[in-house]
Every structure is written in C-alpha cells, then in structure tokens.
C-alpha cells in the first residue's frame, strides 16, 4: 500500500473509479466497513482509503478485497458501461495486462469473452520464447482448460511437467500449483478458458 506520492492523474482516476466499486459492492451485500475490515483483515481506515480514492493498493490488497466482497479481482476494473452484446471483435479484444496475476512478462492475454462477470472466461495467450512464470506459481479456485493453436508451451501441475503442442489441450484444477513455460523457438498460441474464473 503506498500514499507517500500523488498519483498521476490518469492513475488517480482510476483510484477512484476503483474505489468507487468497492463501496458500491460493499453497500449493495449490505456490508459495514468494520465487516469488511474483518473478512479480508484489513484495517478499517485502509479500506476507507481506498474506497476514497486515496490510497494506491497493491495487487495483494485488492485480491484480498475481491474475496472479502466474493468476485473476480479484475472486475474493480472493468467499466461501468459495457457493451452487451455476446461478440467479441478480434480488434475490440480487451488486454488484461495488470488485471490478471498470470498476465505477467511480455506474454499478452486478450479477454475472449465480453466480460469477466460470467462463470466462465475465456483468454486468447500469445508467450514468447523463453516466457516462464516457475518464480510464481498459481493456485486459486476453478478449473482451467488449454488448447494449442500454434507452438508449444510446457505446462507445469505441482511440478509435473506436460509439454503440449499445436492441436493439444489440457485440462486441470486450478488448486493445484501450476505453472507455464515456454523454452522453445517460436510463440506459443493459444485459448485459454477459466470456470469459474477467480481473477
């Protein structure tokens, strides 16, 4: 959690913005600040902060506020006025760099799916050579299922390894330990889908 500088304004923007959704979810289960304090163990006055628009919280924070309010960490920011329709253009892909824990590196996830408030989500994932997320590895709710359009990726599970190539597919649980590589040549393509999602 840092406050020691003033955001920029693009980003106070969206401090607020983010705050904003946090009081309006907090309000709308009928929560107090004192319970949601107590559920993700933040302190009254962080969380008043934030929903001010006047702290800056780290992707910890508010993953622990995502599950103190039971939804996705990414839909603190996702705009209010969406469209509805149930296409998603290939030139109107949302980028989820920053919104996504797993969306590290140079690796680029586009939301396949028009929003990230249904029960499941769907990603196309393009990874570089050399792309490796083995520092951080990933455990959370749901299922998740790949398949390969072009390339190869290896797939860790608690430390085994499935080295999938083009037209493969796998599918796991997202409580197991998982992460991903790509020690080849080439990028790896490929689909993505979380059920439900927990990001």
Known sequence: MTTETPAPPATSELLATVGNKVRTMRKAKGMTLAQLSDITGLSQAIVSQI???MANPSFTTLAQLAHGLDIPVGRFFIGQDESKSPVVRKSERRN???VTRESVGSAVHELLTPNRDGSIEAQWISTPPGHDT???PFTHSGEEFCYIISGRKDVYLDGVCYSLEEGDSITYSSE???WYKNS???VCVAIWVNAPHAW
Do not use: F, K, M
Request: aromatic share 6%; hydrophobic share 25%.
């Open 51 to 53: 929903e001010r628009g």
């Open 96 to 98: 989820l760099v920053n």
């Open 134 to 136: 083995s520092a951080t």
């Open 176 to 178: 197991i330990p998982h």
């Open 184 to 186: 080849y040549e080439e």
